[in-house]
T-cell receptor, first 117, second 112 residues
Framework: DAGITQSPRHKVTETGTPVTLRCHQT?????MYWYRQDPGHGLRLIHY???????DKGEVSDGYSVSRSKTEDFLLTLESATSSQTSVYFC????????????????FGPGTRLLVL | TQLLEQSPQFLSIQEGENLTVYCNSS?????LQWYRQEPGEGPVLLVT?????EVKKLKRLTFQFGDARKDSSLHITAAQPGDTGLYLC????????????FGKGTLLTVNP
């Protein structure tokens, strides 16, 4: 199994509070991703990183920010949590970009279940 | 948005039965991946298909990529309870080298 951990694994918070989720990898992979998974929507990309301090938006980035100060850590912050951000959040990593996906694998972490009341 | 349509959405079968799930798009895939996700865990890659008409086998799982590279299927022979999970297809391409587009998945339950 790829060395990916996510913390916390479960969190309950209140609307309007900031929340930070952490993804930590021991694989030294360059690329890291944050997805959310919701019934009826599948997995959707929030933000991704292609190196230290290099990040970009995915398809559902509004209300989220990310930071990557070290290769091994990718943080996802909900600036002011809303009930619509209740979801399961997955971090993923890959060694290179997906332009040669037939040679590349994206490894997923175990997920963080977030409930915003 | 280049959508991936998966069908059926839900499938419940008895142990020993065969099944096929499908992944379709209106546009051509550069490559397609199949993942399985067990409850409480992240998706795990099963296979990547690249060439139109390609068939890959993984034990009792057979993956096929359509000739036109717009569809794919996953066939499971003699399903077992351990096959229970959410099966997701994902495509690359669509103008981004960083993004996988996922289908919504087929939730398979294999009853003993």
């Amino acid at each position: 199994d790829a060395g990916i951990t996510q913390s916390p694994r479960h969190k309950v918070t209140e609307t309007g509070t900031p929340v930070t989720l952490r993804c930590h990898q021991t694989e030294n992979h360059r690329y890291m991703y944050w997805y959310r998974q919701d019934p009826g929507h599948g997995l959707r990309l929030i933000h991704y990183s292609y190196g230290v301090k290099d990040t970009d938006k995915g398809e559902v980035s509004d209300g989220y920010s990310v930071s990557r100060s070290k290769t091994e850590d990718f943080l996802l912050t909900l600036e002011s949590a809303t009930s619509s951000q209740t979801s399961v959040y997955f971090c993923a990593i890959s060694e290179s970009d997906l332009s040669r996906a037939f040679q590349e694998t994206q490894y997923f972490g175990p997920g963080t279940r977030l409930l915003v009341l | 948005t280049q959508l991936l349509e998966q069908s059926p959405q839900f499938l419940s079968i008895q142990e020993g039965e065969n099944l096929t799930v499908y992944c379709n798009s209106s546009s051509v895939f550069s490559s397609l991946q199949w993942y399985r996700q067990e409850p409480g865990e992240g998706p795990v890659l099963l296979v990547t298909v690249v060439t139109g008409g390609e068939v890959k086998k993984l034990k009792r799982l057979t993956f096929q990529f359509g000739d036109a590279r717009k569809d794919s299927s996953l066939h499971i022979t003699a399903a077992q309870p351990g096959d229970t999970g959410l099966y997701l297809c994902a495509r690359t391409g669509g103008g981004s080298n960083y993004k996988l587009t996922f289908g919504k998945g087929t939730l398979l339950t294999v009853n003993p």
